[in-house]
């Protein structure tokens, strides 16, 4: 498994933004895809975006589609990589504990989110009205 770190969780007001990142130990083939993901108190785990590192093909829920970014960035020399999460026009059903993952299969399978076996310890995002 990869080790994982997620930053950036904050509190803010709706219409508000914040970029999450996470910091994977190093880019390998169990980083092929990346995705963040979310769960509120009470609600199941949803998937609220992922990327193939290597094609930079994005995919977004529904639900975040045109206010979140995905993004990241491989450090020179290929050795590590960090993902990003920006979360703009924040609402407070985003409020959640967002949790980073990866995975060894891109294309088609990152689409479908299968295969994310590395998980981080999550970090809290809380939009207030």
């Known amino acids: 498994a990869q080790d994982l770190v997620e930053s950036g969780g904050d509190s803010v007001q709706a219409g508000g933004s914040l970029r999450l990142s996470c910091a994977a130990s190093e880019y390998t083939w169990r980083t092929l895809c990346m995705g963040w993901f979310r769960q509120a108190p009470g609600k199941e785990r949803e998937g609220v975006a992922r990327i193939d590192t290597q094609q930079s093909s994005t995919y977004y829920a529904d639900s975040v589609a045109g206010r979140f970014t995905i993004s990241r960035r491989i450090s020179q020399g290929s050795a590590k990589i960090t993902l990003y999460l920006q979360m703009d026009n924040l609402k407070p059903d985003d409020t959640a504990m967002y949790y980073c993952?990866?995975?060894?299969?891109?294309?088609?399978?990152?689409?479908?989110?299968?295969?994310?076996?590395?998980w981080g310890q999550g970090t809290q995002v809380t939009v207030s009205s």
């Open positions: 993952a990866a995975g060894s299969y891109g294309g088609t399978a990152c689409y479908r989110g299968v295969g994310l076996n590395s």
